[in-house]
């Protein structure tokens, strides 16, 4: 693994969710979901989670380095990632909305298209600097 390359896909992929998770569910959807004022050091913090996941998945199980595979690769991982994390959520509610949870994983999807996307073309970018 080269972890130099690692490290820096899963930070720009981190920043892109961020900024993904912020025009979606803080500007476009942001009644849709609102809610209390958010805790942004937490939220950076899973942001930069996903990011590494991605990363990870990408850089040492799958050799995905374009934006298109990248973006291909992040849709089904969104929506996976999606799923899990509305099912968790639901389990404490009385009685689920599953109309937001359907939204939610939409927006997952997307989410996991841009941030795939973006890791791929930096990995793809790092690959060539080192080849």
């Given at each position: 693994m080269n972890v130099k390359n690692f490290i820096?896909?899963?930070v720009v992929g981190g920043i892109a969710d961020f900024l993904l998770g912020w025009l979606f569910y803080g500007i476009l959807f942001h009644d849709y979901f609102g809610g209390g004022e958010p805790n942004l050091t937490f939220i950076?913090?899973?942001?930069?989670?996903?990011?590494?996941?991605?990363s990870y998945i990408y850089n040492n199980l799958a050799s995905i380095h374009s934006l298109a595979a990248g973006a291909k690769a992040g849709i089904g991982i969104g929506v996976?990632?999606?799923l899990m994390e509305n099912f968790?959520?639901?389990?404490?509610?009385?009685?689920?909305?599953?109309?937001?949870?359907a939204m939610d994983v939409a927006i997952c999807l997307l989410m996991g298209a841009g941030v795939?996307?973006?890791?791929g073309a930096t990995l793809g970018a790092l690959n060539k600097k080192s080849a």
């Open positions: 820096l896909a899963g950076f913090a899973g942001c930069m989670s996903f990011g590494f996941l991605m996976i990632t999606g968790f959520r639901s389990s404490m509610e009385a009685q689920p909305n599953f109309q937001m949870m795939g996307a973006v890791v």
